[in-house]
């Protein structure tokens, strides 16, 4: 598919199926993060896959432990695809997504969240190319703040200086795909 089809086709995911993300799906998914540029050549994000079902639901309930709805700005994010800030019966950060790539930057790098963030825009553009959905989620760092967060840490051997950056999560769609937004006029222009 022409890339630019692609970028325009790719949707942020919150309804999934069952159906599980293979090993095989998950190591091109990881690949395609990997190859993601990265500031200074440096190759410092470290990409943990996680394909068990179980292991995500854990890890989507401890997402959304820190989300605080009395900080909404109001916004409304997707009446198709509903978002914890806009439906208030979610409680899992994850949606019940049967997969997800937990993105770790070095803590002391400055540009360790960019370099997540490239990687997991990657890694949407390989699922979606895959035929595959996702999402990008946030509250990173936060969701490993408790004692069963750093103890997954420890068991997925991360680097004591490392801290999760981003989420993608992965899986199949529940549902039809939603049209993206119209893009607001006026934030491109070519200058000269
Ligand atoms: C930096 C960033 C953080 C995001 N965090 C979340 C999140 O925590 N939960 C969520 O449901 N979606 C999250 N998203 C997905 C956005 O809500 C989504 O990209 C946006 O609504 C536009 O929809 P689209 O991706 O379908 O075009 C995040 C996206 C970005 C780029």
């Not at 309804?15 to 200074?40: D, Q, S």
């Not at 770790?104 to 960019?114: K, L, R, W």
């Not at 989620?137 to 936060?142: D, G, K, L, M, Y």
């Not at 999760?164 to 491109?188: E, M, Y």
Request: proline share 6%; with cysteine; hydrophobic share 40%.
């Amino acid at each position: 598919m022409d890339i630019l089809d692609l970028i325009k086709k790719r949707r942020s995911i919150r309804r999934y199926t069952a159906e599980p993300i293979t090993h095989e799906e998950m190591e091109k998914i990881l690949e395609a993060g990997a190859y993601a540029p990265n500031a200074g050549g440096g190759q410092r994000s470290m990409l943990v896959g996680i394909c068990d079902a179980g292991l995500t639901r854990q890890l989507g309930r401890l997402n959304f432990l820190p989300f605080d709805r009395s900080k909404l700005l109001g916004a409304h994010v997707s009446a198709e695809q509903p978002s914890v800030i806009d439906d208030p019966t979610i409680t899992d950060g994850f949606y019940g997504a049967p997969a997800v790539v937990a993105v770790f930057g070095q803590a002391d790098f400055p540009f360790s969240v960019a370099d997540a963030f490239c990687a997991a825009e990657n890694m949407v553009l390989m699922a979606a190319e895959m035929g595959l959905s996702s999402c990008i989620i946030s509250r990173a760092e936060e969701t490993f703040v408790t004692p069963e967060g750093q103890q997954l840490l420890k068991t997925w051997q991360v680097p004591a200086d490392y801290i999760c950056r981003v989420f993608v999560i992965l899986g199949h769609i529940d549902g039809s795909c939603p049209q993206a937004k119209p893009r607001k006029p006026g934030r491109t222009l070519i200058v000269a």
